[in-house]
């Protein structure tokens, strides 16, 4: 019994240095490496989604949407059974990247198994794929996962991925993270692209205040009171 633990320790032991080795690596969104996937934003799913409020999560959506165009990103878009209940894409969505590779899966339910949308996310030779879609725990999951097995870094947008509520969100985050993947938020996403906010101030405070009340506030502070410096 005692060479059993001792073996069962050690191997946690190198388990768990693996893990903190692991975690020490700082994998870095680039702009000259990132490619952006909307997975299934159907107007259908959209009403299944109530582990965020309505306005805050379109708002969020739209937000990565205009993030994928201010750097200039590759960008796909998604859907599943759109003659059935899923339903079109999120008009605004698409509207977005009107010359965008625009996949509508006859039924597949992960993506990654369309042979499609696999030769289009292919085709824009980026290695590190930013995530969002509905449902988190199935649409975003399997492809997410399925991605990462097949050799891409993959960052999920939390904010603009929901489901059916925060228990089920949490378990998929859980199951994702243990596959290696990133999760991350549309603020932290367009940070981490940035990278220096000299890159240009204005079109990031721009972006950041159309789709965050509390930044434009901020801004309009700021500006409010260096034009009163000047008087």
Same mark, same amino acid.
């Given at each position: 019994?005692?060479?059993?633990?001792? #073996?069962?320790?050690? #191997?946690?032991?190198?388990?768990?240095?693996?893990?903190?080795?692991?975690?020490?690596?700082?994998?870095?969104?680039?702009?000259?490496?990132?490619?952006?996937?909307?997975?299934?934003? &159907?107007?259908?799913?959209?009403?299944?989604? &109530?582990?965020?409020?309505?306005?805050?999560f379109k708002n969020a959506i739209l937000a990565v949407a205009? @993030?994928?165009?201010?750097?200039?990103?590759?960008?796909?878009?998604?859907?599943?059974?759109?003659?059935?209940?899923?339903?079109?894409?999120?008009?605004?969505?698409?509207?977005?990247?009107?010359?965008?590779?625009?996949?509508?899966?006859?039924? &597949?339910?992960?993506?990654?198994?369309?042979?499609?949308?696999?030769?289009?996310?292919?085709?824009?030779?980026?290695?590190?794929?930013?995530?969002?879609?509905?449902?988190?725990?199935?649409?975003? @999951?399997?492809?997410?996962?399925?991605?990462?097995?097949?050799?891409?870094?993959?960052? +999920? +947008? @939390?904010?603009?991925?929901? @489901?059916?509520?925060?228990?089920i969100r949490y378990a998929s985050w859980s199951r994702m993270?243990?596959?290696?993947?990133?999760l991350m938020n549309f603020f932290s996403v367009a940070c981490?692209?940035?990278?220096?906010?000299?890159?240009?101030?204005?079109?990031?405070?721009?972006?950041?205040?159309?789709?965050?009340?509390?930044?434009?506030?901020?801004?309009?502070?700021?500006?409010?009171? +260096?034009?009163?410096? &000047?008087?």
């Amino acid at each position: 019994m005692r060479i059993k633990f001792n #073996i069962a320790t050690a #191997i946690v032991g190198i388990l768990s240095v693996a893990s903190l080795a692991a975690a020490r690596d700082y994998n870095r969104l680039n702009i000259s490496d990132a490619a952006v996937l909307f997975i299934d934003h &159907q107007v259908g799913l959209f009403n299944l989604v &109530q582990d965020h409020n309505p306005d805050s999560f379109k708002n969020a959506i739209l937000a990565v949407a205009d @993030t994928a165009k201010f750097f200039g990103l590759e960008t796909i878009l998604t859907t599943s059974r759109e003659d059935g209940p899923n339903g079109p894409m999120i008009p605004e969505l698409k509207e977005k990247f009107p010359g965008a590779p625009y996949i509508a899966r006859p039924g &597949q339910i992960n993506a990654w198994d369309d042979p499609e949308f696999v030769k289009a996310v292919k085709a824009t030779g980026k290695k590190q794929l930013i995530i969002s879609g509905i449902v988190t725990d199935v649409c975003v @999951t399997f492809v997410s996962m399925s991605a990462k097995a097949a050799g891409y870094d993959v960052f +999920v +947008v @939390t904010d603009a991925s929901g @489901t059916f509520n925060e228990e089920i969100r949490y378990a998929s985050w859980s199951r994702m993270e243990a596959n290696g993947i990133q999760l991350m938020n549309f603020f932290s996403v367009a940070c981490e692209l940035a990278r220096d906010w000299r890159m240009d101030l204005t079109g990031l405070a721009n972006l950041f205040g159309s789709h965050m009340p509390t930044y434009k506030a901020l801004m309009d502070g700021y500006a409010g009171a +260096v034009a009163s410096a &000047q008087k």
